[in-house]
């Protein structure tokens, strides 16, 4: 069975850094994608970065590109979101997420995380 376990969410002021972890375990990961999604409230989830497991691709969403960057550990089945220049529209719960295609893509998401808060302070 699949697990996902997030970390790492907590309060943070604007224009700090906090870094999330999401341990994976429970299959294989090789040729799946790792990645993030987050909700703020009264908002749908949306996409925010992923990475391949196989070979380290990386994407992400335009509106965290250059602020926020996505990593893995293979030897940890670890992925991590390195978040810096927080601000208020960054604020929501973080969920990890995995599947065997983009996960950009609708419907991508095989297995979901229970998701961790971010909150930003200004």
């Known amino acids: 069975q699949v697990q996902l376990v997030e970390s790492g969410g907590g309060l943070v002021q604007a224009g700090g850094s906090l870094r999330l972890s999401c341990a994976a375990s429970?299959?294989?990961?090789?040729?799946?994608?790792m990645g993030w999604f987050r909700q703020a409230p009264g908002k749908e989830r949306e996409f925010v970065a992923a990475?391949?497991?196989?070979?380290?691709?990386?994407y992400y969403a335009d509106s965290v590109k250059g602020r926020f960057t996505i990593s893995k550990d293979s030897a940890k089945n670890t992925v991590y979101l390195q978040m810096d220049t927080l601000d208020a529209e960054d604020a929501a719960v973080y969920y990890c997420?995995?599947?065997?295609?983009?996960?950009?893509?609708?419907?991508?998401?095989?297995?979901w995380g229970q998701g961790t808060q971010v909150t930003v302070s200004s």
């Open positions: 429970g299959r294989t990961f090789v040729g799946y994608h």
């Open positions: 997420a995995t599947g065997p295609i983009d996960l950009d893509l609708i419907g991508a998401v095989a297995y």
């Open positions: 990475i391949r497991w196989s070979g380290g691709r990386t």
